[in-house]
């Protein structure tokens, strides 16, 4: 089967507070959770009862995505990347169990690492496969990977793709998991996309979710247009001189910063990447995400916005 070319009909983010990704609240120290219960409702039109705060985000994240298209097929598989998923539950759930006592049944049920996914779904209706991926900091690059793969060959129609973590322990114990030097600041949040193989409509063509090791360049010229504008979105790993040598491989390549106001957390580059796809163009423009993680490897993630 031929492969089929995929197509970004939405996306939407929220970060830290809960801010829109298109609001520029630049974070001034590690972000705190915010009480969404008052968001969720006003969003949502319902109360999430016993939700969590993991749970919150994600369902604010993907409805901020899901608002901007007036309806999506049930038959939508859904791909959620996170690095932890529920901390705050799931240390909830260790906590009474060794101290002799069960747990709650909610902290049980929520710490499930697939609920958040199980929570958007249910909202949005979808009855279709839902999948919740874990790759420590490449766990949106891997769900997004899978979720083109699947679109490409037929798999599925249609996807919707999402990034959520959420910092709710203090910045030692965060540190522990997702080493950070001391000027980096611990964040949170949920970036989400929407996809499908049906040009009409589209804001921009996701082209490639792939780890490299050759010549960053090299792989850019290969995806570009003639005098094609170019967008990096450097990811939290990279290093203000790494940003600085990358945007130097090529001619034309602009930098598009977005860790300032998202902090820095597993699935950031669902953030960086929704707020990007979500900004006004005046042409078509190539967008590249890159990222390292902290074992060296190097994920990138390429799209084309479209006129």
């Not at 766990?139 to 973590?165: C, H, Q």
């Not at 522990?176 to 000027?183: A, G, N, S």
């Not at 504008?229 to 602009?254: C, D, M, N, Y």
Request: some cysteine; hydrophobic content about 45%; charged content about 20%.
């Amino acid at each position: 089967m031929a492969e089929r070319r995929v197509f970004i009909h939405a996306a939407g983010a929220i970060g830290p507070q809960a801010c829109s990704a298109d609001a520029r609240q630049t974070l001034r120290a590690d972000a705190a959770p915010a009480n969404l219960k008052a968001l969720v409702k006003a969003a949502l039109g319902q109360p999430l009862r016993q939700a969590s705060h993991f749970i919150e985000l994600a369902a604010l994240g993907a409805h901020a995505c899901m608002r901007q298209l007036p309806a999506i097929p049930a038959a939508t598989a859904l791909y959620l990347g996170t690095g932890l998923a529920d901390v705050t539950k799931a240390e909830a759930v260790f906590r009474q169990v060794v101290s002799g006592n069960l747990a709650s049944p909610f902290d049980f049920i929520n710490a499930a690492n697939n609920m958040a996914a199980f929570y958007v779904a249910r909202l949005a209706q979808l009855d279709a496969r839902n999948l919740t991926l874990m790759q420590n900091e490449f766990s949106f690059e891997y769900a997004l990977r899978l979720a083109l793969d699947d679109l490409r060959y037929g798999e599925v129609a249609s996807a919707l793709v999402g990034g959520v973590d959420e910092v709710t322990q203090s910045r030692a114990a965060h540190l522990q998991r997702l080493p950070l030097d001391d000027d980096q600041l611990l964040g949170e949040g949920s970036g989400w996309l929407y996809l499908n193989t049906n040009e009409t409509g589209a804001g921009a063509e996701l082209l490639a979710v792939t780890s490299f090791a050759d010549n960053l360049g090299a792989l850019v010229e290969v995806a570009r247009a003639a005098d094609e504008p170019v967008r990096l979105l450097p990811g939290f790993r990279l290093k203000p001189a790494e940003i600085a040598q990358l945007s130097s491989v090529t001619t034309g390549i602009e930098i598009e910063g977005y860790v300032e106001y998202c902090g820095c957390y597993y699935t950031a580059a669902a953030y960086g990447l929704a707020r990007a796809l979500a900004r006004s163009r005046e042409r078509p423009t190539l967008l590249a995400h890159v990222n390292r993680d902290d074992t060296g490897t190097v994920m990138l993630i390429l799209a084309r916005t479209c006129a």
